[in-house]
């Protein structure tokens, strides 16, 4: 019986980010020569078992793959096989950067067509990031933490964004993240989902529908 799931090529590759190597592994659909766009996966805090390989990151990896555009999902500093210190969101911005740059550019990549996806620790970086989003032209942030959202220039910006929150999340509380955005952000948009709390065990294969569904029409 056929699974439905699109044969997926992947390849682990480093790249230079503030004069570290940082590890990562770009997926794409097997076979395919036409150009694609592509997603930058962005992982949870380590001490909440975040990395590349977290089940969140893995499920929304596949159902972008699934759905034909490539990703790049890449360990922070410090963590798994990604040189430097953990720097907890002090000098990580400049690792998504990169990211971002490297998937602007990397082969059978359409140009201008770049997502970006967040989890966590993850969208907090993206979020306070002093620099704008240059070459994204869509982002998901799952679970950010709202603290983060108060002086966010990424709220200033045209950049279409969706947060997505479980409503039984603890750390990314829906209530505060609803009243940040209505004060604050009227262009984004706020979904939750039913049940989810901030780990999405057994709810990752509906953040991945959500991120797919939301990301797919603005880079396709």
């Given at each position: ?26 997926a794409r659909p ?127 910006e045209k950049l ?19 009243q940040l955005l ?39």
């Amino acid at each position: 019986m056929s699974t439905g799931r699109t044969a997926m090529q992947q390849t682990a590759i480093a790249f230079d980010a503030d004069g570290l190597r940082l590890e990562g592994i770009v997926a794409r659909p097997s076979g395919s020569a036409r150009a694609c766009p592509m997603a930058v996966l962005c992982h949870a805090h380590p001490a909440l078992a975040g990395t590349m390989e977290h089940p969140l990151l893995l499920a929304i990896n596949n159902a972008l793959v699934d759905a034909g555009i490539a990703t790049l999902r890449f360990n922070f500093r410090g963590v798994g096989g990604s040189q430097g210190e953990f720097t907890n969101g002090e000098r990580e911005a400049a690792d998504v950067a990169a990211a971002v740059r490297l998937a602007g550019h990397w082969p059978g990549v359409r140009r201008g067509r770049i997502g970006l996806m967040a989890y966590s620790f993850g969208a907090g970086v993206v979020l306070r990031s002093k620099e704008k989003l240059k070459g994204v032209r869509a982002a998901v942030l799952v679970s950010p933490p709202p603290a983060s959202l108060a002086s966010s220039r990424i709220l200033n910006e045209k950049l279409p964004r969706l947060f997505l929150v479980g409503d039984s999340d603890r750390i990314a509380q829906p209530a505060r993240l609803q009243q940040l955005l209505s004060e604050a952000d009227r262009a984004s948009e706020l979904r939750l989902v039913s049940g989810a709390n901030h780990a999405w065990r057994g709810h990752e294969d509906e953040a991945a529908r959500h991120t797919v569904e939301f990301l797919a029409p603005r880079l396709l």
